[in-house]
T-cell receptor
Framework: GNSVTQMEGPVTLSEEAFLTINCTYT??????LFWYVQYPGEGLQLLLK?????DKGSNKGFEATYRKETTSFHLEKGSVQVSDSAVYFC??????????????FGKGTKLTVNP | DTGVSQNPRHKITKRGQNVTFRCDPI?????LYWYRQTLGQGPEFLTY????????KSRLLSDRFSAERPKGSFSTLEIQRTEQGDSAMYLC???????????FGSGTRLTVV
């Protein structure tokens, strides 16, 4: 079946540190890949996405590259801020837009950034 | 538009009671999804509707669970004879099929005591 594996959390960093959250997937076929973010008390929000191999998704200083050869979609940010503290979910879908098929999520990684 | 609205935000119920949650999607969205998120896990798909038709149900959705979207607008998720294992965050999302991504609501947190 289709599945997503994320690095275990929680992750605690100091402000301006470099962030990497690992994500690998198993899928039959070629899915689109997504990172969602969940701030405390809020719904999940799409952070970025990539729809085919070697695509790079980026938003708000976060980046992730779709690597078919390693079946990975690692999330990175060069300099985190306190406001980035949230739970991050990697997900896959067989709809490039992400809204017309069910999403398969990883377990989530909680990030805390200290000032 | 105020986004996807879920009510109530929190529900505490005794084991064996029935509960019902409501989701109001973005008005022009024709697809509506329900997910369940337990502590330390990512959201898991339960079911989805296109307009009023329920097109897919997960095996997670036991016969104690029923979802409806009677007029293709709001949706309800009912759990009968609740069990402690039903304690979770129930998330609703809506989308416009083949036109874009999901918009998630803030969820309903259910605690069964």
């Amino acid at each position: 079946g289709n599945s997503v594996t994320q690095m275990e959390g929680p992750v605690t960093l100091s402000e301006e540190a470099f962030l990497t959250i690992n994500c690998t997937y198993t899928a039959t076929g070629y899915p689109s890949l997504f990172w969602y973010v969940q701030y405390p008390g809020e719904g999940l929000q799409l952070l970025l996405k990539a729809t085919k191999a070697d695509d790079k998704g980026s938003n708000k200083g976060f980046e992730a590259t779709y690597r078919k050869e390693t079946t990975s979609f690692h999330l990175e940010k060069g300099s985190v801020q306190v406001s980035d503290s949230a739970v991050y979910f990697c997900a896959l879908s067989f709809d490039p837009q992400g809204g017309s098929e069910k999403l398969v999520f990883g377990k989530g990684t909680k990030l805390t950034v200290n000032p | 538009d105020t986004g996807v609205s879920q009510n109530p935000r929190h529900k505490i119920t005794k084991r064996g009671q029935n509960v019902t949650f409501r989701c109001d999607p973005i008005s022009e969205h024709n697809r509506l999804y329900w997910y369940r998120q337990t502590l330390g896990q990512g959201p898991e798909f339960l079911t989805y509707f296109q307009n009023e038709a329920q097109l897919e149900k997960s095996r997670l959705l036991s016969d104690r669970f029923s979802a409806e979207r009677p007029k293709g607008s709001f949706s309800t998720l009912e759990i009968q004879r609740t069990e402690q294992g039903d304690s979770a965050m129930y998330l609703c999302a809506s989308s416009l099929a083949y036109r874009g991504g999901y918009t998630f609501g803030s969820g309903t947190r259910l605690t069964v005591v």
